[in-house]
């Protein structure tokens, strides 16, 4: 159990903050002249009245999802894909040119890039050679003005799930806020952190509808934390930030959650023919366990084997640049054709 003062950990000017009013706040109904839209609408066939401003704090949409991951619509946040909620965090919580974070490398390189434009000094304690956290040099490496530590699990580049254990260790042993970025929880058998949030009042999770969904060209990201967190969120976004198009589209997909299951049962079992097949080439020295929806394995002239496959018209991800990650491509599960098109280039190298 580890509970702590939300708002102590705000800046300042965050808690002070009047946020902006808008128009939708006051009036969703009636004849509508108060925010300055074209009330003779849009200039073809539109059914979702989109001269309309959409509603700011998009309660239907989060009423969903907060069925679905199994808590109460205060602890949802949506946004415009998670790199809106983690650039929030840093808005909230961390005073440009004087905070901190801590990523743990390999990771999504997204936490990096939002500190950098946040002005906010980035502290890095890599994962072991085996992708799992070092909860102890995390805690060690935390700085009085260390706000933020952001934990990938299942991890990207590396597809791995973190040891749950290990996270619980750094919820209770920092007295900031700790980031867990679940985009790919729902193909791993570890279950989601969401069911923790009463017992850590300092953890924010986030998800997206990028990837068990397939909704990436929506850019619909999701927060879950701690009312008060996500009251702060919602104080600092901007007040249309989720537009009506995103919102159906999500709306949709939750009415029809039996595709949903299928894809992703059907993506894992591609996931299981792929290293079956990964494994059977002599240059592949491994094939590192996934909790995702893709594969990273290691090959011999790495770099090498990801220009010619380009070449070939199959685009891999080459991660040989990243901690621990030497010779390492990354590789995406696509479709059956998909897959046999990528083993048929590779074999061709």
């Known amino acids: 159990m580890k509970k702590i003062d939300i708002n102590s950990l705000v800046r300042e000017n965050i808690r002070n903050l009047k946020p902006y009013r808008s128009a939708r706040d006051d009036?969703?109904?009636?004849?509508?002249?108060?925010?300055?839209?074209?009330?003779?609408?849009?200039?073809?066939?539109?059914?979702?009245?989109?001269?309309?401003?959409?509603?700011?704090?998009?309660?239907?949409?989060?009423?969903?999802?907060?069925?679905?991951?199994?808590?109460?619509?205060?602890?949802?946040?949506?946004?415009?894909?998670?790199?809106?909620?983690?650039?929030?965090?840093?808005?909230?919580?961390?005073?440009?040119?004087?905070?901190?974070?801590?990523?743990?490398?390999?990771?999504?390189?997204?936490?990096?890039?939002?500190?950098?434009?946040?002005?906010?000094?980035?502290?890095?304690?890599?994962?072991?050679?085996?992708?799992?956290?070092?909860?102890?040099?995390?805690?060690?490496?935390?700085?009085?003005?260390?706000?933020?530590?952001?934990?990938?699990?299942?991890?990207?580049?590396?597809?791995?799930?973190?040891?749950?254990?290990?996270?619980?260790?750094?919820l209770e042993g920092f007295d900031g806020m700790v980031v867990v970025d679940e985009a790919y929880i729902d193909f791993s058998q570890q279950g989601s952190l969401a069911n923790n949030l009463e017992e850590f009042t300092n953890l924010v999770v986030l998800q997206t509808m990028s990837k068990s969904f397939g909704l990436a060209g929506i850019r619909l990201g999701v927060a879950l934390a701690n009312p008060e967190i996500i009251s702060y969120m919602m104080k600092v976004k901007a007040p249309y930030n989720v537009n009506k198009l995103t919102s159906q589209k999500a709306l949709q997909a939750f009415s029809s959650l039996d595709d949903v299951t299928r894809n992703i049962e059907a993506i894992m079992e591609e996931r299981e023919r792929v290293i079956a097949e990964l494994v059977t080439f002599p240059q592949?020295?491994?094939?590192?366990?996934?909790?995702?929806?893709?594969?990273?394995?290691?090959?011999?002239?790495?770099?090498?084997?990801?220009?010619?496959?380009?070449?070939?018209?199959?685009?891999?991800?080459?991660?040989?640049?990243?901690?621990?990650?030497?010779?390492?491509?990354?590789?995406?599960?696509?479709t059956s054709v998909e897959n046999d098109r990528f083993f048929e280039a590779l074999g061709s190298l």
């Open 284 to 334: 592949v020295e491994k094939v590192f366990p996934t909790d995702a929806n893709f594969v990273m394995f290691r090959i011999d002239d790495a770099q090498e084997v990801y220009k010619k496959l380009a070449d070939e018209g199959v685009i891999v991800r080459y991660r040989g640049n990243e901690p621990h990650c030497e010779n390492c491509l990354r590789l995406t599960v696509g």
């Open 27 to 170: 009036f969703d109904s009636g004849i509508l002249l108060d925010a300055n839209e074209n009330s003779f609408g849009a200039p073809y066939a539109d059914d979702l009245e989109l001269n309309r401003y959409p509603m700011p704090y998009q309660e239907l949409l989060r009423d969903k999802i907060a069925t679905f991951r199994g808590v109460n619509r205060e602890n949802v946040f949506v946004g415009v894909g998670s790199d809106e909620a983690i650039d929030l965090l840093f808005r909230i919580f961390c005073r440009p040119g004087k905070d901190r974070i801590i990523i743990n490398p390999p990771t999504y390189g997204m936490y990096k890039v939002s500190a950098n434009i946040n002005d906010v000094a980035v502290d890095e304690v890599l994962l072991t050679e085996g992708f799992q956290l070092q909860p102890e040099k995390i805690l060690e490496a935390v700085k009085p003005e260390t706000k933020l530590i952001f934990i990938c699990s299942p991890n990207n580049p590396t597809a791995n799930s973190m040891s749950v254990t290990d996270i619980a260790k750094v």
